[in-house]
Every structure is written in C-alpha cells, then in structure tokens.
C-alpha cells in the first residue's frame, strides 16, 4: 500500500481497494480511518508576528538569500514568520487560496508541516512564460538557487526565468499535480540534496518522468544543498573583496 500511494500517486482509498476490496475501503472511510477524496483538508496557518525584521535577518543575513527575493515573497504572502519564531512557506492553488505551508524554526532546527497541508500544493515560484521546472527538497533551497542565478546573471530579476518547486521532501506528490495544473511545462531539472536519499530520489524522478515524455535532467549542488552552496559563494567573493581591498 504505501509503494501504491508514495510511488504511483495513488490516493488512500485507491490503494486499500486495490490491496483488498472496495467494500475494505468504504468501511474505512465510513468509521473516518481514511478520508474521502472529496474530502479537503482545511489549512491551519499559524499567527504572523507582525515584526518581519528576524525573518529577513534569518534568511538574508544567515541564510545568504537575496534580499529582492525575500521581498517579493513576502509581499505575495508566500513567506512569513510566526509567532513562534519560525518560517512559514506557504502554497497556494490556482484560485490563490492556501492550501499548504511549511516551518523551518529561525533559531532551532525545527521543521514541520502546518495541521492541514495538502501535499499537492507545493510551495513554487512560478514563471509563466517559462517551459521548465527547477525542482528542490526546501523551498529555501529554491530561494538559494534563484539567489545564485541572480548573482551569476548579475540581475535581480533572474530568479524568475525559470520555474521553481520544493517538495518538502522527496516525495513528488507535488511534482505529479503541479504539471497537471502546467501543461506548458516540458523539461525538468532535479536539484534535490546531494545526499544518499536526495540522489536515489531523483534518480527515481529522473526516469519516471522520461519515460512520460519530459526531458530530464538532474542538477545537484555541490555541497549537501543549494544553500551550503550559496553560502559558500558568498564566503568566497567576501574572502576575494577582503583580498583586493587590501592590495
């Protein structure tokens, strides 16, 4: 049952069906141990604390993220911080309600998903003239890669050329329903962890989706993740500045 729901998408009750027998599935559903597909989930998000100074401090200062992302993130209400001292990313559908938001603890290393989160809205950056999709674990990693190709393109716009999606994992539920909602999108470049786990995942994903017709590619950082990679570029061309400044 879980290689049925992890591996090929399927839902809950789907997947007891096809274990066992339908009539399995609607006692199940009827004694609210798996919930409808018509069923939706219901969003929680937590209390914003209105003092968005620590947010910026965290992810730019510590995390090396591009101010003018932060900024636009924030203003479409796509980040925020709590008032528990953490990160919320949140994912929208296509009506622009929240259905998905995720928390990275600003001074612990807390993660988590808000009560309600339905997987198959990921958290994405989106560029609508853009046929591919970049695909990541976090979305600050996706932060972090829009970052450096800003840096390297030397403009503060080119984190939109491309379109950008977190998983919050290694699952591709939000990978199989994102393309289902953008037809236009026909390569994809997997930049997961590179990590045992981030490795065989998108290798996985890598295959899978050839196989359905999308070019494919993967694209790991060079360090564990997109941001040990920006903060090692950053660390790099601060030492190079030190150096002529002193010449």
């Known amino acids: 049952m879980d290689y049925l729901m992890k ?5 809950f009750k789907k997947a007891v069906e096809a274990c066992t027998n339908t009539a399995a599935a609607s006692v199940l559903i009827q004694y609210g141990i798996a919930q409808s597909p018509e069923q939706q989930k219901t969003l929680v998000l937590p209390e914003k604390s209105g003092f968005s100074l620590r947010l910026y401090d965290y992810l730019c200062c510590k ?4 101010g003018e992302i932060i900024h636009s993130l924030v203003q479409k209400g796509m980040i925020f911080d709590d008032k528990r001292g953490n990160v919320v990313f949140v994912g929208f559908d296509e009506h622009g309600t929240a259905r998905f938001a995720s928390l990275r603890g600003m001074y612990s290393d807390f993660r988590g998903d808000c009560a309600g989160s339905d997987k198959r809205y990921g958290f994405s950056m989106d560029s609508p003239h853009s046929d591919q999709l970049y695909i990541y674990e976090s979305a600050i990693d996706a932060m972090s890669h829009g970052s450096m190709d800003n840096a390297f393109r030397g403009s503060k716009n080119a984190w939109k050329r491309v379109n950008r999606l977190s998983l ?3 699952c591709d539920t939000a990978l199989t329903f994102f393309l289902n909602q953008h037809k236009s999108i026909n390569e994809l470049v997997f930049c997961l ?12 994903m890598s295959h899978k989706y050839s196989i359905n017709g999308y ?11 997109y941001n040990v990679d920006l ?7 601060t030492r190079k500045d030190k150096i002529h400044e002193a010449r």
Do not use: C, W, Y
């Not at 591996?7 to 839902?11: F, K, L, Q, S, T």
């Not at 903060?231 to 061309?237: I, L, N, P, V």
């Open 7 to 11: 591996v090929e998408n399927m839902p």
């Open 63 to 66: 995390r090396g993220i591009d």
């Open 168 to 170: 919050a994992g290694t």
């Open 193 to 204: 962890d590179n990590d045992p786990a981030g490795r065989e995942a998108a290798a996985v």
């Open 215 to 225: 070019r494919a590619r993967i694209e790991l950082p060079a360090g564990k993740d």
């Open 231 to 237: 903060q090692s570029f950053k660390k790099h061309f």
